[in-house]
């Protein structure tokens, strides 16, 4: 972790998605996006699709993160134009004390199987990165059913019924720990917890709802196989105000969104761990001249040495012109190597 480089390393969030046409083809194939993340043939494909166009430096396994409540039977499927939804919902006791606990193995052997074809075939290419959400990110899904704009009736919950909001929290925990362990041991090199809903919450909340849950995870995750590190990555969208405390999780890396300047972030944790971010994703709507002089505008804010993983403040949208997506691929490695003398 934090090893020198040549030029400063890139890959983007959801960087195997709907702004590839090959992408649409594969999910085409396999006729919805659940049967496309069940199948592990098609998942190692669209995985490695991106890295036969761009110069990325790293792969990250093509799933989605409401495997773990789809498994515990909470009935995941999609709505063409509105997202995930969940059949069952969580609003009660009740409702929480009857989840089963997970067992990722077998629950969610085919991501483990498509963890192990895409590591195989990558053949020490590029190194692959494994993920989950967070607790409280999935805990917000399985509370509202899907996504939501005010997360009501998660912070509703959350306020009414705390006990069973945090029994939920670490039955969703354990599965995450077991779930990132299962990807380790099936061949991940790293692993990042997407906490994309964290930064809905109050300070307090968010330390004790969010962050702390992720803080059991980090510390009971495989560290170490294969003779090398496994560093891990926590990204809060929206979590600038809380940086030095998630620096303090244990965690090798923070990821930011685009709304902090990477230098300030550098300046309050950056000797604690590595950073990763942290371009504004709207961005690759513009011309790549645009691209190339806000990728250096990032490079300059940050300055120089090690310990920065180029990437996006969030994922790409699905309307971004590939050739853009080259652009700043390219402009990250060229305008990079300055500062790694």
Known sequence: MREPVDVTPVWMMRQAGRYLPEYRATRKQAGNFLNLCQTPELACEVTLQPLKRFAFDAAILFSDILTIPD???????????????????????????????????????????????????????????????????????????GGSKDFRVAKEFMYNNPESMHLLLDKLAKAVTDYLNCQINAGAQAVQIFDTWGGILTTSSYLEYS???????????????????????L???????????????????????????????????????????????????????????????????????????????????PEVNPDHVSAFVDAVHELSSRYHA
């Open 71 to 145: 498994a515990m039977g909470q009935g995941l499927y999609f709505e063409e134009g509105e997202g995930p939804r969940f059949r069952k919902v969580i609003r009660s006791a009740q409702d929480v004390e009857q989840l089963p606990e997970l067992d990722a193995g077998s629950d969610l052997a085919y991501v483990m199987d498509a963890v192990s074809l895409i590591r195989k075939e990558l053949n020490g290419s590029v190194p692959l990165i494994g993920f989950s959400g967070s607790p409280w990110t999935l805990a917000t899904y399985m509370i509202e059913g």
């Open 211 to 233: 962050l702390g849950y992720m803080k059991k995870i980090v510390s009971n995750l495989i560290r170490e196989r294969e003779g090398r590190p496994v560093p891990v990555i």
């Open 235 to 317: 990204f809060t969208k929206n979590g600038g105000l809380w940086l030095e405390a998630i620096a303090n999780s244990g965690a090798n890396a923070v990821a930011l969104d685009w709304t902090i300047d990477i230098g300030t972030a550098r300046q309050r944790i950056g000797q604690h761990c590595a950073l990763q971010g942290n371009m504004d994703p709207s961005i690759l709507y513009a011309s790549p001249s645009a691209i190339k002089n806000e990728v250096g505008n990032i490079l300059a804010s940050y300055g120089s040495g090690d310990g920065h993983v180029f990437n996006l403040g969030h994922g790409i949208t």
